[in-house]
């Protein structure tokens, strides 16, 4: 029975408790929250959980109550005024009062406060009445395990071994003493394992001593420790006790060697090295090394030793060295059969070379300038280089490399790609940004934090924080002034987003646990498309750097809730968003998602679509915005032949009349073409039997296929499409008078009516128009109403953008064979597909001769009339558009 007990017991003698004590701290906290859920007023089972949530390091929940919670979340002052408070209610019994300053004492030293603790632990032992001296020592004897066992992890077992020795000693510790009861508060506080502590002590103590080169010290050690403990211990350390009997024996075999041995003789330090690498006693085993060098400086032996006690130590640049001279005495050796050891390594310099190619490769998809995360200073590549050519990764990396005969490629790739990840940065700008005169050759974290220098400097320590020691942000990153480096950023950039480690989305104003991301302004701006679909990686984060829902998972992409809300903000289903890979597939849903965005600068708009589309053009900020919407738009049909580009409503553009003005023609949905039913593809079926010949419709067929893809060349469209001569035009009376209505008739098609800003004039058989005027209603030819492959696009990876071109086709035979064996099938295809409606625009013959567009793509939905109509399909013709 605990000798407390009389005046203290934390957690009394409940199920609570014994689950503690065996560790199942989520049983302890659910009794206990029941008890609390059944009493409210119930404060003790406060106190109790508030242990056992800061046994769990649930610092946040268990803050309120507890002293040790608050020394857990490095708050000392106030963990100490939270003792002085518990004290207050002890009635000042001095029992308790000395048990809560030993309390105090771990939760110092759990605080790292490990001198205050140790002062405060000697007061308690010397200076205090009633002491229990037995509590102190136990207190005193655990914490010295632990330094203990933190100095043996540090390699520093001489100090490792005086703290275990000190504990041995103690008056309060033996094999047998029943610590573990009498202190059972403690386990129920800490966790701590007071059972086994001695047998932890000893174990600990014989390690630390052999690693110390102590052999002889570390075997009587071992040998105490089992001479004074019983059976039933002796059976739970079996494997630790064989363990460390064969460290030991091989040590003393060397040991014997060297006292039988000579002094002049390298052989037993040989002996005795590598059993001490193998025990990773670095400086143990480096003066043996040294003393081989001694007695035998003509072998390679000796440098070849010391350079994996050096590598081990992590003592590079010396272990780089002493394998240069290895080398040099492999080369030098008077025997062929010593000088062909040589072909086992390599040259440091070869290793370089490999290395530094890798890098090249790796910088090749990166920013031209980044931000060190750890000085803040900015940095450009050579700058990059050179810091990680002095760094402990790339010495570890060349000292590990040459030691081989092949270059381990896979290891280097994988070293240079983690040292030179970075993170990138999405946001929206915001007054003054800071630019790259601001931040050259100063420290970022040194500026005056106003601002956009305040954003920046959080979002490195963000990106330092997370790991990542390279960061870069677009406002003070590239250099605007130098027009080379401008165009190769802006073209790059989709790329650096996409081979980014991380991208961090920075929403400025989305406050604390805000669920708005689909209203913040970064919704609203061009280029933060390309920065959302780019990366593999990414993380929203509030306005105070939390965070976005506080979801701290490490990619945000993986978010389901995230994904939805993005998906909901920009029109951009999650697959897409998870996986984008840039390229000319489904151009007009890409221009939609851009319709709504705006950009600083005008020319932007078309410019931060290049990644998107995975084009590359020239990029010239005195251009205007619809001649750079043009250059964009004419290189997406140029490249891919997909004509959806075309399918715009508004103001034509003075690049090209077929062409938008300006992004937001794209706003309104795509035409969406309806399949017609069974009923109505038989009937159109059966009107055409003993109508239309199945040679001609065939013919037909392989006319309409061999056509050549849209493109354009030198700002003109060269577009196959089938043209219907308009027969009739009648004026209707319309309110709107900004704009004119009129019905439309043309062989082979249905009356239609139009919507236009153009005014013509009406004209009938009966009164026919001018001489130098005609009007054609036009249907683009499109490949996918044929359901044929389409090879425009082939794109499947981001390294890969470039986009084949739309090529010819092969003869109407082959294709016949290779795409539907069945000719009548073929014909069947077409004649359904006649029957479905389908887009088209109006063209008008100018004075000049040129035919311009007069009405969109949304204004004239055409549908064939009658299928016996087929022969004026006929008047095919490649049309060279304005």
């Not at 030098?332 to 062909?340: G, I, L, M, Q, V």
């Not at 040194?446 to 956009?452: A, C, D, M, S, V």
């Not at 390279?470 to 802006?490: G, H, M, P, R, Y």
Request: glycine share 4%; aromatic share 8%.
């Amino acid at each position: 029975m605990s000798q407390f007990e009389c005046f203290l017991q934390i957690i009394a003698i409940t199920t609570a408790r014994d689950a503690c004590i065996d560790g199942d701290l989520s049983t302890a906290e659910g009794l206990l929250t029941q008890d609390i859920s059944t009493n409210v007023n119930s404060h003790t089972s406060y106190a109790h959980r508030s242990f056992v949530l800061a046994r769990q390091n649930d610092w946040d929940n268990a803050l309120q109550d507890a002293g040790i919670a608050l020394c857990g979340k490095g708050r000392i002052p106030d963990a100490r005024a939270a003792f002085d408070v518990a004290s207050m209610y002890t009635d000042q019994d001095p029992k308790i009062l000395h048990f809560l300053l030993l309390i105090k004492v771990i939760t110092l030293f759990n605080a790292d406060q490990y001198h205050e603790a140790d002062l405060l632990l000697n007061e308690l032992t010397t200076g205090c009445l009633n002491v229990d001296i037995l509590g102190c020592c136990v207190v005193q004897a655990y914490l010295r395990v632990r330094l203990g066992i933190k100095a043996l992890d540090g390699a520093r077992h001489e100090e490792a071994a005086d703290h275990f020795t000190a504990v041995l000693n103690s008056s309060a510790l033996s094999s047998n003493s029943p610590i573990h009861f009498i202190y059972e508060d403690l386990v129920v506080l800490f966790g701590w394992d007071l059972k086994s502590l001695w047998l932890t002590a000893h174990q600990k103590r014989c390690h630390a001593l052999f690693r110390a080169g102590k052999l002889q010290d570390a075997v009587k050690s071992y040998r105490y420790m089992m001479d004074n403990i019983d059976e039933t211990t002796k059976a739970s350390c079996v494997e630790w006790s064989n363990a460390f009997k064969q460290e030991c024996s091989a040590l003393l075999l060397v040991d014997r060697d060297t006292a039988r041995l000579n002094s002049g003789s390298d052989a037993v330090f040989v002996k005795r090295c590598k059993a001490r690498l193998g025990q990773t006693l670095w400086t143990e085993a480096l003066l043996d090394a040294q003393k081989v060098i001694q007695l035998n400086p003509s072998s390679h032996i000796g440098y070849e030793l010391e350079h994996a006690a050096f590598h081990g130590a992590q003592r590079y640049d010396e272990a780089i060295a002493a394998f240069k001279a290895m080398l040099s005495k492999l080369s030098n050796a008077p025997d062929t059969e010593t000088r062909k050891l040589r072909q086992q390594y390599l040259n440091p310099s070869k290793v370089d070379c490999a290395i530094q190619k890798v890098i090249n490769a790796q910088l090749d998809n990166a920013p031209l300038r980044v931000l060190d995360t750890a000085t803040g200073l900015l940095c450009d590549r050579e700058t990059q280089i050179r810091t990680f050519k002095t760094s402990i990764e790339y010495k570890e990396l060349v000292s590990s490399t040459i030691m081989h005969p092949d270059i381990q490629m896979k290891r280097i790739e994988e070293v240079v790609m983690t040292y030179f990840q970075y993170a990138m940065l999405s946001h929206r700008w915001e007054g003054e940004e800071p630019l790259l005169k601001d931040i050259q050759g100063k420290v970022v974290y040194k500026l005056n934090p106003i601002g956009g220098i305040k954003k920046l400097q959080s979002f490195c320590k963000t990106a330092r924080d997370l790991g990542y020691r390279w960061a870069w942000s677009d406002t003070c990153c590239i250099d605007k002034n130098i027009d080379v480096e401008l165009q190769a950023s802006l073209k790059s950039m989709f790329a650096w987003y996409h081979h980014s480690a991380l991208t961090v989305v920075y929403l400025s104003d989305v406050p604390l646990l805000s669920k708005s991301l689909a209203t913040s302004a970064w919704n609203t701006r061009g280029w933060t498309v390309q920065e959302f679909l780019a990366p593999k990686a990414i993380l929203f984060y509030q306005n105070d750097w939390t965070p976005y829902l506080d979801d701290r998972t490490p990619n945000h992409k993986d978010s389901v809730a995230i994904m939805q809300e993005l998906e909901n903000a920009t029109g951009i289903d999650q697959q897409t968003i998870v996986a984008f890979c840039p390229g000319m597939r489904d151009a007009r849903a890409k221009l939609q998602w851009a319709s709504t965005r705006t950009t600083t600068l005008q020319e932007d708009v078309a410019y931060s679509l290049f990644g998107v589309f995975g084009v590359r053009l020239h990029v010239d900020y005195t251009e205007k915005k619809q001649n750079a919407l043009g250059r964009l738009l004419q290189e997406i049909i140029a490249q891919s032949g997909d004509i959806t580009a075309l399918d715009w409503v508004g103001k034509s553009s003075e690049f090209n009349s077929c062409l938008p003005a300006d992004i937001t023609s794209y706003e309104a949905p795509s035409s969406k073409l309806s399949s017609p039913s069974e009923n109505e593809i038989q009937s159109s079926v059966s009107l055409l039997r003993g109508v239309v010949a199945l040679q001609s419709a065939s013919q037909l067929y392989q006319t309409l296929d061999c056509l050549s893809a849209p493109r354009f060349a030198h700002r003109r469209l060269h577009l196959p499409c089938i043209v219907f001569p308009v027969t009739e035009v009648r004026r209707r009376p319309r309110r709107d008078q900004d704009t004119y209505t009129y019905e439309v008739k043309s062989d082979g098609l249905r009356n239609l009516q139009i919507t236009t800003e153009h005014k013509f004039t009406p004209f009938s058989p009966a009164r026919p128009p001018l001489a130098w005027q005609t009007i054609l209603l036009v249907r683009p030819w499109s490949r996918h109403l044929l359901e044929l492959h389409d090879t425009a696009d082939n794109t499947s990876s981001v390294d890969n953008w470039t986009v084949s071109e739309f090529s010819l086709h092969d003869s109407p035979a082959a294709q016949i064979g290779a795409i539907y064996p069945d000719p009548d099938s073929r014909v069947l295809r077409l004649i359904v597909n006649l029957g479905q409606p389908f887009s088209a625009f109006l063209l008008a013959r100018q004075r000049d001769g040129e035919f311009k567009r007069i009405a969109s793509d949304y204004d004239i939905i055409a549908q064939v009339k009658d299928m016996t109509s087929i022969s004026y399909l006929m008047d095919i013709r490649i049309l060279e558009i304005v």
